[in-house]
Each structure stands twice: as structure tokens, then as C-alpha cells.
């Protein structure tokens, strides 16, 4: 079995270098992507962000950072919401560009008058905004487009900021790079397991479903987190929120089974509301013994940008050392490749 401490054949299984796409997410939160034409602000009453997987991810996260001024719904299918109309503006964001659930969901929101705008890699999607002139962001190509959320969600909210549905303040976006820059030194391959918190918390993950649970604020990098250990480690995981986790799946972890084969992650955060955080200590208190004992994460930052990122970032270097030490490719989705092509 591999250590994640041997750099030759951490190389060797890592062919596509995702560790190096983990540990170059930072320069994301700085990148400046046009949208052309430019979207322009209007009577928007309502947003719609239809999108699936990663790219959904990054909706989440513009709806908690930094927040709009009207309604803002992430819809992942291929219907869009009945109130969808001509003061919705509908955003399709997709990396291929050729996602079927997004692309027939913005033909939906054609038929129903919506203002649409597109962010996309390519494909399909970008043609059909070329040709009937959506304003339009190019997003970078990547191989990997789990780990380009960050980029994705700088372009959302540039394109919600020019419709004038928010405020972004760039010099928070630069500050949080450079705090990033210095915090992702820390999950480095180069930096060994005694001292990586990276590979500490994989290491408790291996061989385990994984369950992650945050307050509402760090609900989108909990998320984020799910989606790294399905995607990158090929292993089950969810994800939960407090407080509703307190009215239902608390007491489920009373009983049965009497055996619980998971890995428990608690993303805490000082910024969440302060009976969030008595829960948290409660619970822990309360399912002493009855759950695995969580693997709690203080999550870093001065702020709610700062804190989403950091938490993000580190869910994605945890997920690729999981699959190494699973013994496997961090970058190939071979059983999604085998369902598109089904359908």
C-alpha cells in the first residue's frame, strides 16, 4: 500500500498532477475572465443558476459569498422553476459545455422570455450563446473541472455584479488569494503526514463512507467536500447541516447500525451563529459513544470568502490523497464516461 509520505509513487499514480490543480486553486480567486457582451443591469426580480456537479457547487457558494439583493434559486435538472419569466435572468454554467441537463433546461428558460447568460468551457452551450448572442464567459480549460469551482465563482458573481444584483469586493478576493497561497503550503506533497492535516484526515477516511457536516454558512464547502471524496476517491459519502441535522439525522445515529463503518467530518467555523456552535459541542457530547468520534476541522479565515475557500481547497487535496491511498487514479470518472455514453 502506498504512504502518502512516498513522493515517487505518489508521482506515479498521479499522473495527471491533480495534487498540482489542488494546490494551484488559489490563483483562481484573481483571474479575470470577460463576459461578452457584458450583462447588462436591468428589471431582474429573480436568478437561476442551472447547473450540475461542480459547477452547481459554485452557485451554492456565490449565494453564501457574497450574497445577492434578490432571489436566487440553483436549479439542477432539466426543468427550470414554474416562476422562471422575463425579469428571470437564467445563468447555464457548464465546463463541457455539453452537459444534457443544462442545455435542455436553457431551452426552457428561452421559451419562457428569461435574460440569459452562459458560462461554459465550450461545446455546445458556448455555440448556442454565440449564435443568439447571450453574454458569454469562456471559463479556462481544464481536465479536471472540480477543481476550477473557485474560477467558476469568481466569473458568477462579475457577471451577477454587472447586472447589479450584488456587490464583489476585489480587494477581498485578492486578499484571500494571498492568505490561500500561504495556507495551501500546508497540504503539499513535499510536507509529510506528521505535520499535513491533508493527509491526516485521509488517512481517517480510508475504507470508511464519509459524512460531513457543517453549519449553513460552510454548507457549499461541505459540500464540496461530498463531491471530492465521490469524485476523486471513488468512495460514498454525504453531506449534512446544522441545525436540521438535530431534528432528524441526530437520533439516527443512536441505533442502527450497530456497527458504523464512516468517517465523520465536522467543518466548524467561529462565524457561524453562536447556537450553531453550541450544537456542535452538544452533539458530540450527546452521541459519545453511539458514532465514530469526529475528525473536527477548524476551518481558517477572517472572513466568510476566506473560510469557504479554505475549506474547499482542503476538501480537494484530501479527496486526492483518498484515492491514492485507495490505489487509485484521482483524475478518470470511468463509471460516469460509461452512464453518458448509455444515454
Known amino acids: 500500500m502506498i504512504t502518502l509520505d512516498d513522493l515517487q509513487k505518489i508521482h506515479e499514480r498521479d499522473q495527471a498532477d491533480s495534487l498540482g490543480a489542488a494546490a494551484g486553486e488559489w490563483r483562481q480567486l484573481t483571474a479575470e475572465v470577460p463576459v461578452i457582451p457584458e450583462c447588462k443591469p436591468g428589471t431582474i426580480l429573480n436568478v437561476v443558476y442551472a447547473a450540475m456537479g461542480g459547477s ?83 471559463l479556462p480549460g481544464t481536465r479536471q473541472p472540480r477543481f476550477a469551482g473557485i474560477s467558476n465563482l469568481v466569473v458568477l458573481v462579475t457577471l451577477l455584479e454587472q447586472a447589479g444584483l450584488c456587490d464583489v469586493d476585489h480587494d477581498e478576493l485578492t486578499a484571500a488569494a494571498e492568505f490561500m497561497h500561504a495556507e495551501t503550503e500546508n497540504w503539499l506533497p513535499t510536507v509529510p503526514a506528521a505535520k499535513n492535516p491533508a493527509k491526516q484526515i485521509a488517512q481517517e477516511c480510508m475504507g470508511r463512507s464519509v459524512v460531513v457536516y457543517s453549519g449553513p454558512q460552510l ?115 470511468p463509471l460516469v464516461d460509461k452512464l453518458k455514453q448509455a444515454l
Request: aromatic share 8%; glycine share 10%; hydrophobic share 45%.
Open 56 to 138: 452547481a457547487a459554485a452557485g451554492q457558494m456565490a449565494a453564501a459569498w457574497p450574497g445577492l439583493r434578490v432571489p436566487f434559486e440553483v436549479a439542477r435538472g432539466y426543468e427550470i422553476p414554474a416562476y422562471v419569466g422575463q425579469q428571470t435572468l437564467f445563468i447555464a454554467a457548464s465546463h463541457s459545455g455539453n452537459t444534457e441537463e443544462t442545455l435542455e433546461a436553457v431551452g426552457h428558460a428561452a421559451e419562457a422570455g428569461a435574460v440569459i447568460a452562459v458560462l461554459t468551457g465550450g461545446g455546445e452551450l458556448a455555440a448556442l450563446a454565440r449564435e443568439r448572442g447571450y453574454p458569454l464567459a469562456l
Open 219 to 333: 454548507a457549499p464547502a461541505a459540500h464540496k467536500w461530498k463531491i471530492a471524496v465521490n469524485e476523486s476517491a471513488k468512495q460514498v459519502a454525504w453531506q449534512g447541516t446544522l441545525p436540521e441535522f438535530n431534528h432528524n439525522e441526530f437520533t439516527g445515529w443512536s441505533k442502527q447500525p450497530e456497527q458504523k463503518p464512516y468517517a465523520v467530518i465536522e467543518l466548524r467555523s467561529r462565524l457561524e451563529h453562536p447556537r450553531i456552535q453550541k450544537r456542535f459541542e452538544l452533539t458530540e457530547r450527546l452521541l459519545s459513544g453511539l458514532r465514530p468520534a469526529p475528525v473536527v476541522v477548524e476551518v481558517k479565515g477572517d472572513t466568510l470568502l476566506q473560510q469557504l475557500v479554505w475549506a474547499s481547497v482542503l476538501g480537494d487535496f484530501v479527496g486526492v490523497y483518498l484515492a491514492l491511498l485507495n490505489g487509485l487514479d484521482p483524475t478518470s470518472l
